[in-house]
């Protein structure tokens, strides 16, 4: 790790300071399904008041959720499955963010609506999940598609389960505690996961796009959750910024696969969303059964760092320890590359090698 890396690495994770909130990428905004035809809804994303829309006909918008009159939310307005209106003076935007009407102009007064505007969000819909583009202002919001997180194996096929939890803290410790490898034995401890013992693990990791990628090896020590699948599954797990995972299980006739999108709401608040895609019809038949099983084990996740909060709070100094904290290294080394390259102007170059790392877990 370079001096610029650790001290980055050591100001993201000291309590005086807050997360630094990357921009210029996809988020994981909400499970599309939450957004029906001709409904609005208010969010909060990297601390910007977001206004999420979908017309009748099922097109999905975003918009600054503020109106650039008198800065009243527009989401406390009307939305008529087409343009929103605001509750204040009637103003109204379309899809785009263009203004349309000021019913306060009278026949003879000559205003150019076009000079009012509300900023639009990029907003995607891939695989059942909204995905939005949050960028600095600074550069081109024609945002590469192509960069939105995908789900190998199932097309656009939604997912079949979706969990989402909150997470009382910032971004950075709600994905270290997520990718840490050795705190499941201890966390996760329940009879239809893990017993509470550790052996052994050792496992190749290898660059991939804004992140890392957990080699396909078979999964030894089996929870019984994954018994459920049939014989010994393989799995490849894939970390990428902002705060994407990816794991895709498989036995030869089964695939299962999580999709775990980590999303601030501010510098201090964190939500966390798991969905699941399997080609195995009777998992959906245990669905009332998975998901508050998946829902406790997300909770698990959720209550450990609320309790690091609390030690938080007397800002002691934190430690990232080889080799079962490397994961962690390398997501604070990958954000400070993309803050590098993004101010230079440049493209990102993944400071992340193949290597192999051993710990107990």
């Not at 081109?140 to 989402?164: C, R, W, Y």
């Not at 396909?216 to 799995?235: F, S």
């Not at 797990?237 to 709401?265: D, K």
Request: aromatic share 10%.
């Amino acid at each position: 790790m370079t001096t610029l890396d650790r001290s980055f690495s050591n100001r993201a994770a000291a309590t005086g300071d807050q997360a630094v909130l990357l921009r210029n990428l996809w988020y994981y905004a909400l499970p599309a399904h939450q957004l029906k035809p001709g409904t609005m809804l208010a969010k909060s994303l990297l601390g910007e008041p977001v206004l999420l829309a979908r017309s009748r006909t099922g097109k999905v918008f975003a918009l600054r959720d503020i109106c650039p009159h008198r800065a009243v939310p527009l989401s406390c307005g009307r939305f008529d499955g087409q343009e929103v209106e605001c509750c204040y003076h009637g103003w109204r935007f379309d899809s785009t963010g263009r203004c349309t009407a000021i019913p306060s102009l009278t026949d003879d007064q000559d205003l150019d609506l076009s000079r009012f505007r509300v900023q639009q969000y990029p907003l995607r819909e891939v695989q059942g999940n909204l995905w939005i583009y949050m960028g600095d202002g600074t550069k081109d919001q024609s945002p590469d598609e192509a960069e939105i997180p995908v789900v190998p194996s199932f097309g656009n096929q939604p997912h079949q389960l979706v969990i989402t939890a909150h997470f009382p803290c910032s971004i950075d410790h709600a994905v270290v505690g997520l990718m840490d490898p050795a705190h499941s034995p201890f966390v996760h401890r329940a009879w239809w996961w893990r017993s509470g013992k550790t052996q052994e693990e050792v496992k190749t990791f290898d660059p991939s796009p804004y992140g890392f990628t957990m080699r396909r090896h078979k999964i030894e020590n089996m929870g019984h959750g994954y018994r459920l699948l049939g014989g010994i599954p393989e799995t490849e797990i894939a970390f990428r910024l902002p705060g994407v995972r990816i794991e895709h299980i498989s036995t030869g006739q089964h695939t299962v696969c999580n999709l775990t999108t980590v999303t601030p709401l501010s510098e201090t608040e964190t939500e966390v969303t798991t969905s699941f895609y399997w080609t195995t019809p009777w998992l959906t038949a245990l669905k009332p059964v998975l998901k508050p099983l998946v829902q406790a084990f997300l909770n698990q996740d959720r209550d450990v760092v609320a309790k690091q909060q609390v030690g938080l709070k007397h800002n002691p100094g934190l430690m990232l320890i080889r080799d079962a904290d490397t994961q962690a290294r390398w997501y604070y080394q990958l954000k400070a590359e993309f803050l590098r390259a993004t101010a230079e102007g440049r493209p990102f170059v993944n400071p992340v090698k193949e290597q192999v790392l051993r710990w107990r877990g």
